[in-house]
């Protein structure tokens, strides 16, 4: 078969062509066929396919990830159990707002157990914040400067939680007498209703 036989074939009477000219025409249907069933069928399967392949991927990834995490469940929660049971005891420092009123006796006790001259007390307000409130109680007090110490630390190691804020220490009107500006806070744990 040449090239000149390819340029004389009669697509009218194709069956008489030499068996060359047949095999290259029904080579080339074949391969026409082959090649629009691939693209009309084949090609979407074959996306449909990367698109599941990576999504399996992904989803294996997730797997894993989970199952490590379902593998460390009971370290995460013992973990919980211990983080209540300390927040419990935290909240055990915090007053209800039934003890503010001896909570305040208590820090007002301090001062004079500390021998302080107690120019001011002035509980003011509740603050609310997002799960606790917050007392203030404005404080003027009067005395040496170990009186003074004897007091914070007093207020530090009373059974709740009380902080002292914007102290302000200056000479009073003797050589050893101070006076002391402070906000002594102490806050309570909002209870849900």
Do not use: C
Request: no cysteine; glycine share 6%; aromatic share 8%.
């Amino acid at each position: 078969m040449d090239l000149n036989e390819l340029k004389q074939v009669d697509f009218n009477n194709i069956g008489e062509a030499s068996w060359g000219v047949k095999g290259l025409i029904l080579v080339v249907i074949v391969l026409a066929i082959l090649g629009l069933s691939y693209y009309l069928f084949i090609g979407d399967q074959r996306t449909e396919l990367e698109r599941a392949e990576s999504r399996e991927l992904q989803l294996r990834d997730e797997f894993e990830d989970k199952q490590q995490r379902a593998a460390n469940l009971q370290a995460y929660e013992d973990q919980l159990e211990e983080m209540e049971r300390m927040f419990a005891s935290l909240l055990e420092l915090l007053p209800s707002s039934a003890e503010i009123p001896s909570l305040l006796v208590d820090v007002s006790q301090t001062g004079l157990q500390a021998g302080l001259e107690i120019e001011l007390f002035e509980p003011r307000g509740e603050n609310r914040r997002d799960f606790y409130a917050e007392v203030p109680i404005r404080l003027r007090v009067r005395g040496d400067y170990e009186d003074l110490a004897e007091f914070v630390s007093g207020v530090s190691a009373l059974p709740r939680v009380v902080t002292m804020h914007n102290m302000h220490i200056r000479p009073g009107a003797s050589d050893n007498d101070l006076l002391m500006d402070a906000v002594a806070r102490t806050y309570r744990y909002l209870e849900e209703n």
